[in-house]
Structures are given as structure tokens and as C-alpha cells.
């Protein structure tokens, strides 16, 4: 299984990766990369207004025929335009250094399309707003076709990903079917706590993930005796460490095993491994708060697992990526053998013979999806057939 990879720099590939497994349609996406091909041959850094632009642009046409199909009353292909034209736009705005020039703008049109695209299609998702610090977190309550109290799974962002490419990669979709609802929520350093609150990011992901805990509490449709959490990415952190400090989790899991993220950034200073972003140093500053390198790598010292896992005692599952070109096979295998009072603990390696074996499943998320969701079923009380 490959990634494709039609620039010469793996940031502008995984960029275009991400958007085809959240649903972009390969025509379109053609069109947008062949004026930025000769753009992407000065670096990841360089030329990434371009590339925005051209992004900008698919998703305000697709915006515009969306408006056409509302005048005809065709709300379920306007929404289909509309979920589109948000992928775009937050693939175009991640690729950004922070403080860019039309930023801003093109995150806040993709909440908007994003809001109606999914209102005018009828998808069983809502947006939900809590107390955090001072401040607000959101999320999308993702709903299963059940009758009463069903399961629940927190789904939290990596390091550059956003509650609506969460949405959009179709894990929900896969719960849903397995009985169980979802949760994808913009934590602190990520989405709209990161852009729209000023809240940054935390090691101590217990602090934000108890918060939608006892959110879900409340909610009549959710068992809180079935409440899971996993992550994607850097959530390969937060899910784990979230799990091992709260204590009314019943199962996690992680998308890609980022045990000591911390030691990742020493290899990167040493340009080991590839980089998830363009810019990265400044916009790792940004998701921490940092003034400088010295600030941003104190508030990250704590971004290791180690000393950690053996807090959870319930069941976990750990998935990484054969040949993951960011982070290491080897932390998986780390998360894994901490994991030591774990009454079922598994690790699953995505192979070439299937594929996902790319970082979080870039070049094929459907295995990831289906793996994750089949261990929720398993170990919250969902099912895996109809």
C-alpha cells in the first residue's frame, strides 16, 4: 500500500492524503495540485499561500454550486458539496504558519460549511459546547441508531488535525454501525480551543478529557459505565495518559503510539523523521504556548508515557503503522509492554499485505477504522454485525 505522492516533499503528500481519506474526490484534488507542483519544488516551507489558495478557491466553487443546488431545494447535494468544500479549506488552513494572512478567514468558512453541509444532509451529528478554564471546548456528538443508553467513545485530534477531520475520516460512521456513539472533540492545542479560545495545549490530558466524561454523564442516550476514549496521532498521547488518570474510562485505544513525543522532538531537532506540517517549530510554539525553543521544549517535557501505563487497568488497544515515517514502530512495542495491568491489552501492527501502514493510516484509514471500531464493539458491548 503507497501514499500518493504526486509533490516531491512528504508534507504537501501526507496534506493531500489526508484530504482523500476525509473525502475528497481525486478530480478535484488533481486540479488543485498541477499549478502548485512547480511551487512545491522550493520546500515544505515555501510556496504554502499557494497552495492554500488553490484550495480556497475548489472549496469557494464548490460552495457556490452548493448555493445553486439550495435554490432548486436540493439540500442533500448541497450538503455533500458543502462537507467537501470544508476539507479543502481546513487542508488549505493546517498548511499555514501561524498568523498567515488569510488564515482566519478560510478556518471560519470551513465551520461554516461544515455546520451546513452536515445540517443539509441529515448526518446524526450535533455540535456541543462545554466549560473549560475559563473558557469553551467543542465537539460533535455523533449519534448511533440505538434505543437507550448506548456506549460512548471520546475521539481526540492529534497535533495538527481539527474535530471536523475527525468527522469527516469516518470513524463515527464505523461506530455508529457497531451500536456505539461518538464524541470528536478540539482540545486544548487543536480546532477551535486552539484558534478561537487561546487554549493551549497540556500533557495532562485527564484535565479537558474528565470534562467530557462528566458531560457524557449527563446525557440520557450514553451508558456511562461504556464511556471509551482513543486518539489519533499525538492523540497517541492524550488517549492513553486521559485513560490512565480516569478512572471512569472503561477501554482506549490508540491511533498511532506516540509514547514519548517529547524524545520525538530531539530527532526531529536532529532531522530525523519527517515533519506532520509545514513551519513546524512555530507552530508547535503556537499548540504550547512557548515564547521560544526553551519554552516550547519545558512545556513539552512531560509528552512521555513512561511511568504511566501501568495506571490502566482496563482493557487497551495500541495500532501503529508498519513503515510510519514520523513516528517509530518502536514506541508502539514501548506502549505496549508498559501496559502491564491491562486485563486485555493488544497491539496491532497495519501491514503492506492490508495497509495503513503509513502514519495514522495516510495512505488507507479504513483499516484503522474498522479495527478500532471492531475493539470498542469487543470491549464496550457494541456489536460487529447486523
Known amino acids: 500500500m503507497a501514499l500518493f505522492e504526486p509533490f516531491p516533499n512528504y508534507i504537501w503528500n501526507l496534506s493531500v492524503a489526508i484530504a482523500m481519506e476525509n473525502g475528497g474526490r481525486i478530480g478535484e484534488i488533481v486540479d488543485m495540485i498541477a499549478p502548485l507542483k512547480a511551487k512545491a519544488q522550493s520546500g ?33 447535494s448541497a450538503g455533500t458539496k458543502l462537507k467537501r468544500a470544508t476539507i479543502y479549506y481546513l487542508t488549505g488552513e493546517r498548511m499555514q504558519a501561524h498568523g498567515s494572512a488569510g488564515r482566519e478567514q478560510t478556518y471560519a468558512k ?13 448526518d446524526p451529528v450535533e455540535r456541543v459546547e462545554i466549560p473549560y478554564d475559563g473558557k469553551t471546548i467543542a465537539a460533535y456528538f455523533h449519534r448511533a ?21 475527525l468527522w469527516l475520516g469516518g470513524f463515527p460512521e464505523a461506530l455508529a454501525k457497531r451500536g456505539i456513539h461518538t464524541l470528536c472533540v478540539d482540545q486544548p492545542g487543536t480546532g477551535e480551543a486552539l484558534r478561537l479560545q487561546g487554549l493551549n495545549a497540556t500533557p495532562y490530558s485527564e484535565q479537558w478529557a474528565s470534562k467530557w466524561v462528566d458531560w457524557l454523564e449527563t446525557q440520557p442516550e450514553v451508558d456511562p459505565k461504556r464511556i471509551g476514549m482513543t486518539g489519533i496521532s499525538l492523540g497517541g498521547h492524550f488517549a ?5 488518570y ?13 509514547h514519548n513525543w517529547r524524545e520525538v522532538q530531539d530527532k526531529r531537532m536532529a532531522r ?17 504556548g512557548a515564547k521560544d525553543h526553551e519554552d516550547f521544549l519545558a512545556k513539552s517535557n512531560d509528552m512521555n508515557l513512561n511511568g504511566h501505563l501501568d495506571r490502566i487497568t482496563v482493557p487497551f488497544l495500541v495500532t501503529h503503522g508498519a513503515t510510519d ?24 501492527i497495519f ?4 495497509g495503513g501502514v503509513e502514519h495514522v493510516g495516510a495512505d488507507n484509514m479504513s483499516f484503522g477504522n474498522d479495527y478500532i471500531a471492531d475493539w470498542f464493539a469487543d470491549t464496550l458491548g457494541g456489536h460487529a454485525k447486523a
Open 44 to 76: 515544505a516551507d515555501a510556496g504554502t499561500a499557494d497552495f492554500m489558495a488553490e484550495w480556497v478557491k475548489m472549496g469557494d466553487k464548490l460552495v457556490s454550486l452548493a448555493e445553486e443546488d439550495l435554490a432548486l431545494g436540493r439540500e442533500f
Open 110 to 122: 470551513a465551520l461554516d460549511s461544515f455546520q451546513r453541509g452536515t445540517r443539509f444532509s441529515a
Open 145 to 165: 441508531p440505538v434505543e437507550g443508553p448506548a456506549p460512548c467513545v471520546v475521539y481526540c485530534n492529534g497535533l495538527d488535525s481539527m474535530k471536523e477531520m
Open 240 to 244: 492513553p495518559r486521559a485513560v490512565a
Open 246 to 258: 480516569e478512572p471512569r474510562f472503561a477501554s482506549g485505544a490508540a491511533w498511532g503510539a506516540n
Open 272 to 288: 530525523e523523521g519527517e515533519n506532520p506540517v509545514p513551519h513546524y517549530w512555530g507552530h508547535v510554539y503556537w499548540v504550547f
Open 325 to 348: 515515517r514520523q513516528i517509530s514502530v518502536d514506541y508502539a512495542h514501548q506502549s505496549y509492554a508498559q501496559l502491564v495491568n491491562s486485563p486485555r491489552r493488544e497491539l496491532k
Open 351 to 354: 501491514t503492506a499485505r492490508e
